[in-house]
Every structure is written in C-alpha cells, then in structure tokens.
C-alpha cells in the first residue's frame, strides 16, 4: 500500500479528512475573522482612515501565524499512539496521505481563510464609520508587486539608498512569490515538526525555532564584526561591491528558502509518515 497511488482512493481521502476537520476548520477561519473585527472596533477609536498597506500587512501577518498553527490543530492526533490508530490503517498509501495532509491543511485552508478574510475587509471598506477603511488588498495578498509597491510606497527610504534599494528589487522579482504563496510554502517545516513530534508540539518547534534564531543572530554578530574588522584596515568595499554581494545573498536565499527547503520538507514529511510505528 505504501508504494501505490490510486487517484480515486486518493479523492476518497481528501473527501474523509475534510469530513473529520471541517468544523475545526471553520471554527478556526471563525476565530480569525472575530479577531479582525476587534481590530476593526479598535481602529474606530483613533478616528483616522487606515489605508491599504496597513491592512495588507496586518492580514498577511495573521494569516501567516494561522497558517503555521494549523498543522497542530487539524492534524494533532494523527502521529500520537492511541488516536492515530485509525489514520495508520486508513485504506491510503503514505503518498496519498501526504498529498491529502497538503492539499487539505495548505491549500484549502489558506485558500478558504484568505478569501474570507479579504471579502470581510472589502465589506468593511462599504461602511461609512468614522475611521473608514480605504482601498482594496486583494491585489497585494494574491500579487508580489503590488505587496512590494505598497511596502516601498509606504516606507521611508533614503533618496540616495533609492537606486540599490531599486536595483536589489529589480533583481530578485524572478524569484518572488506572492504572499498567498507564502503562506503555502512556509507551513511546510510546520508540517513536518507537527508530525515528527508526539506530545509537546508546539512548545518543541519554539524550542527549535528560538536555537535556529540564536544561530543567525550570531552568525549575523560574527558578520557585522568582521565588516567592522575590515572597515578598520581601510578595505572598505565600495557601493558597486556592497550591491553586488547583497544581490547574490537575496537571490540565494529566496531560492532556498522559496524553492528547495519546502520540497524538503514535504519529502521528509512523507517518509515521517510512512515510518511512523504506533
């Protein structure tokens, strides 16, 4: 069973986990829309219009916090001794549970929560309050240029920095994705770490996440001390250096972290799964 791919069993999957999880999943969009509307309530106190990069970030950060979250919250029991009894021997093979696992938790669940999210706050832009909310963010949710039109339109960028800032994000627009896309390919170690861990879920990946930040500040510490160290000695790298270096660095990371870790990620999710003893 592990070695096989059936598109109808696989149909049949899907059809069964979301029968098992739509209420948790409604339940949860629910939450996320009750939350927005308090910050709404709240924005009504300071009486001033909020504009379309405000909202775009704010919903993009919630989003992406959910999104994260779900893994835990639709797919907990699914590795644990007692309660994965009945996923372990669902008539579905790993690779079929796999893509069920992704189709459910990191297409349909973002997709569903980020539509209703961004019709609630089109709804919202129709009401004449007093701190009324203006323009639409479906663009800069769905769109990697509208996003980044709105985050350089509305930060305070030095006019002499314009140039490389310009030049940087010019380069690295092959390689961006939307942050809808986002969403979808950050939640894979998510994913992985929920499944990896029995008991603890949530406070282990703190756990590894906070070493994995300890290690890039230091990393970052070591670097700024030898660009210090290098400064003293009057090697100063010039701009044309300095842009150069900063756009390799971008589009590397972008790659991997866009690209490579999330396909890693799922193909370590799948043989997790596949040899998961219970």
């Not at 706050?121 to 509208?146: C, E, H, M, N, Q």
Request: hydrophobic share 50%; aromatic share 12%; proline share 5%.
């Amino acid at each position: 069973m592990n070695a096989t791919f059936n598109i109808h069993r696989l149909g049949l999957t899907i059809s069964k986990e979301l029968q098992e999880k739509y209420l948790t999943i409604l339940g949860t969009i629910g939450i996320i829309l009750l939350a927005y509307l308090f910050i709404w309530a709240i924005n009504q106190i300071g009486g001033d219009p909020v504009p379309a990069y405000s909202r775009a970030k704010g919903v993009i950060s919630i989003l992406s916090i959910v999104s994260c979250l779900a893994p835990f919250i639709l797919y907990k029991n699914e590795n644990r001794r007692m309660e994965g009894v009945f996923y372990a021997i669902s008539p579905a093979s790993t690779l079929e549970k796999t893509i069920s696992m992704f189709v459910v938790c990191s297409l349909i669940f973002p997709l569903t929560a980020t539509v209703l999210t961004l019709s609630l706050d089109s709804l919202i832009t129709l009401l004449p309050f007093k701190a009324p909310y203006t323009g639409s963010i479906w663009g800069s949710v769905f769109s990697y240029r509208d996003y980044m039109d709105i985050l350089m339109d509305s930060s305070m960028i030095n006019p002499e920095q314009q140039g490389l800032v310009d030049r940087i994000y010019s380069s690295m627009s092959p390689l961006m994705i939307s942050p809808f896309a986002g969403l979808i390919l950050g939640q894979s170690p998510f994913v992985l770490l929920n499944m990896l861990f029995r008991k603890n879920k949530i406070g282990y990946t703190l756990l590894i996440f906070f070493g994995i930040l300890t290690i890039m500040m230091v990393a970052s510490i070591v670097s700024v001390l030898n660009i210090v160290d290098t400064a003293q000695t009057g090697e100063i790298p010039g701009v044309e250096e300095l842009a150069n270096w900063i756009d390799t660095w971008v589009k590397a990371w972008l790659l991997i972290v866009s690209y490579i870790l999330p396909v890693v990620f799922w193909i370590l999710t799948y043989f997790r799964i596949r040899r998961i003893q219970y």
